[in-house]
């Protein structure tokens, strides 16, 4: 394992402006400093779900006052600082999703497909009295779905499903779903998304690291050209988090680093205003 990763950014951070983060945007940026990162992005959840009714982005005005005062205490350190947001099933919540970026200039826009069939994949629930590999197939077509019917930048944490099921003893065997997995990958690849290799549970056991290089493979097969290594932060602890794990995983999938890591400063660079 390299002992310093290449990794200099991390576009998928909380702070205290989502509900389930514990630091201030000012806390998490003095500890990205002090990892070295260079860019780093606040994604707040924008979540319209009933069973999670943030209803969007509540304290937006405070949270895009607090952004600005990190980049005029933090930038001339080093630290280039986004406004983001991870929106939720923003396909199906289009108005309310669209009419949230309409008003606002994020520069990094997540979506997280956190429901499926009414259910958080983060819980049991989802898997409940079903075939697992039907689960797992109405997920990729789901995602698929959201990249199709909605526009954004990069699709985050997209196999966090494998995390609830490898942690209930039903873990993603990629060849026996290759052609309904390959057809969503291929279809983030044709819409020009991001795919985010999210870091938070590389190191955790029992783990789908290998499944993760074949996801990945298949991805960069399909026309894939772009990725990023975030660290889905939800505290200073985690931030840039597993970093050089998830850098020896996509090597092996074939891709070159850091050449095919996205930097939200390079879209910039190229997006007219």
């Not at 490898?166 to 969503?184: M, Q, Y």
């Not at 505290?235 to 070159?256: D, H, P």
Request: proline letters at 6%; one cysteine or more; charged letters at 25%.
């Amino acid at each position: 394992m390299k002992k310093h990763p290449i990794t200099q950014t991390d576009y998928h951070m909380h702070t205290t402006f989502s509900p389930d983060a514990d630091h201030t945007p000012e806390a998490m940026c003095r500890q990205a400093l002090a990892l070295g990162l260079t860019e780093i992005a606040f994604t707040e959840h924008a979540e319209w779900h009933p069973k999670m009714p943030l209803g969007g982005l509540p304290r937006l005005a405070e949270y895009l006052a607090e952004v600005e005062a990190c980049r005029v205490k933090f930038g001339p350190l080093g630290l280039q600082i986004y406004v983001g947001v991870e929106l939720g099933n923003p396909h199906l919540y289009a108005k309310e999703a669209t009419t949230l970026l309409a008003k606002n200039r994020f520069e990094v826009v997540l979506a997280s497909l956190h429901w499926l069939d009414d259910e958080n994949i983060h819980d049991a629930a989802c898997f409940a009295g079903r075939d697992p590999d039907e689960v797992y197939s109405d997920y990729f077509a789901e995602l698929g779905r959201m990249v199709m019917n909605f526009e954004f930048d990069i699709v985050a944490h997209f196999d966090r499903i494998l995390w609830r099921g490898t942690l209930l003893g039903t873990p993603l065997e990629p060849r026996w779903l290759e052609p309904e997995i390959r057809e969503t990958l291929a279809i983030i690849a044709r819409y020009d998304r991001v795919l985010e290799l999210n870091a938070a549970f590389l190191a955790r056991e029992p783990h789908w690291r290998p499944t993760l290089v074949t996801l990945f493979r298949w991805f960069r097969e399909e026309g894939g050209r772009r990725v990023v290594i975030n660290s889905d932060s939800h505290r200073i602890g985690e931030i840039g988090r597993n970093r050089a794990l998830a850098e020896q995983i996509l090597e092996k999938a074939g891709f070159q680093l850091p050449e095919q890591l996205f930097r939200v400063r390079a879209q910039l660079e190229v997006t007219p205003t």
